[in-house]
T-cell receptor, first 113, second 111 residues
């Protein structure tokens, strides 16, 4: 049963610290999405990769956030420096790229104090 | 502004009741999806509708895509506690394969 995996599941950190979240997409999927979910804003798209190339990161605060895919099995989302307003659940999703179906990971719950 | 408006935002009902939740937009979508998200988990796809007027059934869940492909509804018959969760609709336009999500309807079904 192929699944998207995310680590860590929970992260508590202090303001100003660097946070790195990791995602392993489903093998064979060529699209990867990063989302942030909050009660106020719902699911917000942060970044979108196709074949490891970043195609859309317009939803991501550029000054502190960065997203990369070092290889086809790993996607990372970094926040440096972190701020309390970054507290949210961050989801990674992957897809075949031939339709709009996305398979979500379990999320990383981030709390910045 | 939200491209997709979902209503109601919250719904609390008793087991056995029927309910309908809505997903509305002023935009036309080439496809629309419904996801269910359980606490502590990511959203899971329930169904994709692509044709205006299309109706799909998934056990006690009935999904309908509006004729103009601007809106959709999800009807649950005889709700059960296992239906509890956040129901999200997501629309995709223009062949980008990047859906836009609504904020969801949070459903609680009490035993």
């Amino acid at each position: 049963d192929a699944r998207v995996t995310q680590t860590p599941r929970d992260k508590v950190t202090e303001m100003g610290q660097e946070v790195t979240m990791r995602c392993q997409p489903i093998l064979g999927h060529n699209t990867v999405f990063w989302y942030r979910q909050t009660m106020m804003q719902g699911l917000e798209l942060l970044a979108y990769f196709r074949n490891r190339a970043p195609l859309d990161d317009s939803g991501m605060p550029k000054d502190r956030f960065s997203a990369e895919m070092p290889d086809a099995t790993l996607a990372t989302l970094k926040i440096q420096p972190s701020e309390p307003r970054d507290s949210a659940v961050y989801f990674c999703a992957s897809g075949h790229g031939t339709d709009e179906t996305q398979y979500f990971g379990p999320g990383t719950r981030l709390l910045v104090l | 502004t939200q491209l997709l408006e979902q209503s109601p935002q919250f719904l609390s009902i008793q087991e056995g009741e029927n309910l309908t939740v809505y997903c509305n937009s002023s935009s036309v979508f080439s496809s629309l999806q419904w996801y269910r998200q359980e606490p502590g988990e990511g959203p899971v796809l329930l169904v994709t509708v692509v044709t205006g007027g299309e109706v799909k059934k998934l056990k006690r869940l009935t999904f309908q895509f509006g004729d103009a492909r601007k809106d959709s509804s999800l009807h649950i018959t005889a709700a059960q506690p296992g239906d509890t969760g956040l129901y999200l609709c997501a629309g995709e336009a223009g062949g980008s394969y990047i859906p836009t999500f609504g904020r969801g309807t949070s459903l609680i079904v009490h035993p």
